[in-house]
Nanobody, 115 residues
């Protein structure tokens, strides 16, 4: 059974930083592509950042230069370091892990940025 457990969300002021982490179990993590998505109220879920099994990264234009995704295959963990936060970053953030055609989601963690 695949489980993704997220942590690190919370409240931050504009310009501040937060770090999200997601620990995976029950999956061949080192062979997976992993990413973070977010969904703000009334909006569709969108890709924030993604990192492949080979370490290649991809970011949404809105977070480039501010967010950094990383993975630790020894700990089955993917992290998202968020800096220079803006109120428009407020959303529920979801960890996503995919292997071949299968994809799995975490339960989501709320990030709220106050102005």
């Amino acid at each position: 059974q695949v489980q993704l457990v997220e942590s690190g969300g919370g409240l931050a002021q504009a310009g501040g930083s937060l770090r999200l982490s997601c620990v995976a179990s029950g999956i061949a993590f080192s062979f997976s592509r992993v990413g973070w998505y977010r969904q703000a109220p009334g909006k569709q879920r969108e890709l924030v950042a993604q990192i492949t099994s080979g370490g290649s990264t991809n970011y949404a234009d809105s977070v480039k230069g501010r967010f950094t995704i990383s993975r630790d295959n020894a700990k089955d963990t993917v992290s998202l370091q968020m800096s220079s936060l803006k109120p428009e970053d407020t959303a529920v953030y979801y960890c996503n892990v995919g292997v071949l055609v299968d994809t799995y989601w975490g339960q989501g963690t709320q990030v709220t940025v106050s102005s």
